[in-house]
């Protein structure tokens, strides 16, 4: 007798705790805790409306420059066509024994604009601004996915209809769009992939492989809605093929984004 109760004991307690975790089950699903919780690096690919430009401030004499560049090709793998990476490839490494062929003092300069706008005390790499908005390292998955999740789900996007007429060397690039009050218009010649070997400095023995280079930056500061157009130059060595151009227009105050056009060469 003794040993039947003890039975019917146990058997009410394992019921009990069934009924608890069922209730606690039901709890998370409702709240919304599922297992997707646990893939915090979760591809990017939902947007709604909004767009998100990435600028990349790299350099291949950078040991710490790898990551970033290779979570910028992860990211942009991902199919989503309103994420625009774009590679500044800055030239403040080049003096540490390997000098970037990729590398301009003009993005130098647009870094250290921005480092004045964001109140920095100094330029680094890898850092990313994404949409002139937010700046911190270009290798920090989390914090960069978390940026451009927010900018697909809230940036409304000024629609720029660009235009370009291709030469043998050159490319003839035209836009215009509704509202272009206190705004900047960047054009960007962007060399869609690279793959180099280091042989000095900090990345000595590697093969650095890169994408969406930018190539050739004109800053347009005086604008019309009608038509604004430049002229950008095919560099050596590449065909129009490997190419593309990216126009984005941001604010002048704010250093906003506020809308983005491509076309492939």
């Known amino acids: 007798m003794h040993n039947d109760?003890?039975?019917k004991h146990y058997t009410m307690i394992a019921k009990n705790n069934n009924r608890v975790l069922i209730y606690i089950a039901i709890i998370l699903v409702l709240s919304g805790y599922g297992f997707?919780?646990?893939h915090q690096n979760k591809p990017v690919t939902d947007s709604a409306k909004g767009f998100a430009i990435v600028?990349?401030?790299?350099?291949?004499?950078?040991s710490s420059c790898p990551a970033a560049d290779a979570l910028a090709a992860v990211i942009s793998a991902e199919n989503?066509?309103?994420i625009y990476f774009l590679s500044f490839h800055v030239d403040y490494?080049?003096?540490?024994?390997w000098k970037d062929g990729f590398s301009s003092n003009?993005?130098?300069?647009?870094q250290e604009q921005y480092a004045g706008f964001f109140k920095l005390k100094s330029i680094y790499t890898p850092q990313v601004v994404v949409n002139g908005k937010t700046e911190f390292v270009g290798s920090n998955e989390s914090k960069l996915r978390a940026a451009i999740q927010k900018e697909l789900k809230s940036t409304p996007s000024v629609t720029i209809d660009l235009q370009v007429t291709t030469g043998i060397r050159s490319v003839a690039v035209s836009c215009s769009m509704p509202d272009a009050v206190n705004s900047v218009l960047n054009i960007a010649l962007v060399q869609k992939q690279a793959e180099i070997a280091v042989?000095?400095?900090?990345?000595?023995?590697k093969t650095l492989k890169h994408i969406n280079i930018v190539r050739s930056f004109k800053r347009l500061t005086t604008l019309s809605n009608d038509l604004n157009m430049v002229t950008l130059y095919v560099p050596e060595g590449l065909s129009l093929k490997d190419l593309k151009v990216v126009a984005y227009l941001q604010d002048k105050d704010t250093y906003k984004v506020t809308g983005v056009a491509l076309k492939n060469l």
């Open 5 to 7: 109760q003890e039975r």
């Open 55 to 62: 600028e990349l401030f790299t350099s291949e004499g950078c």
């Open 36 to 38: 997707n919780n646990f």
């Open 93 to 97: 490494w080049n003096q540490y024994g």
């Open 80 to 82: 989503n066509k309103e």
């Open 106 to 110: 003009n993005y130098t300069v647009r």
């Open 199 to 205: 042989r000095r400095g900090e990345n000595e023995g």
